[in-house]
């Protein structure tokens, strides 16, 4: 018997969480698909769903990434983000955030 989960979608109220439930959905489509091919009659449904879950997972892993690196900032926490936006906006004010992009992408992101 599989123990009564409660989980209510309205605590999930922080971006990271919600990083969280998007890697254990992934974990669990790719074992729907492996449990998929090891139930089918079919040989070519095996290695259809055997396949789909081997490419599935580095596929939905690469998009965590992006996530994680492209939009770092808003995937803080509000304090910190408010802290971040209100630094773009005074680097915005004097035109320093332009110049601090394009030294940041010429030092490859190195300090």
Do not use: C
């Not at 439930?21 to 992934?26: E, F, K, R």
């Not at 090891?38 to 290695?47: A, H």
């Not at 992006?66 to 808003?74: A, F, G, V």
Request: glycine share 6%; hydrophobic share 40%; proline share 5%.
């Amino acid at each position: 018997m599989l123990p009564n989960w409660n989980l209510n979608p309205r605590y999930i109220n922080q971006p990271i969480q919600l990083l969280g439930a998007s890697l254990i959905g992934s974990v669990l489509l790719v074992g729907e698909f492996l449990f998929a091919s090891t139930q089918s009659k079919n040989i070519w449904m095996e290695i259809l769903f055997g396949l789909t879950a081997i490419a599935i997972f580095p596929i939905i892993l690469y998009f965590i990434f992006k996530l994680q690196t492209k939009y770092r900032p808003q995937l803080q926490s509000d304090p910190y983000y408010h802290e971040t936006k209100k630094w773009e906006q005074e680097l915005l004010k004097g035109g320093e955030l332009i110049k601090y992009n394009k030294q940041r992408k010429f030092n490859n992101g190195r300090n």
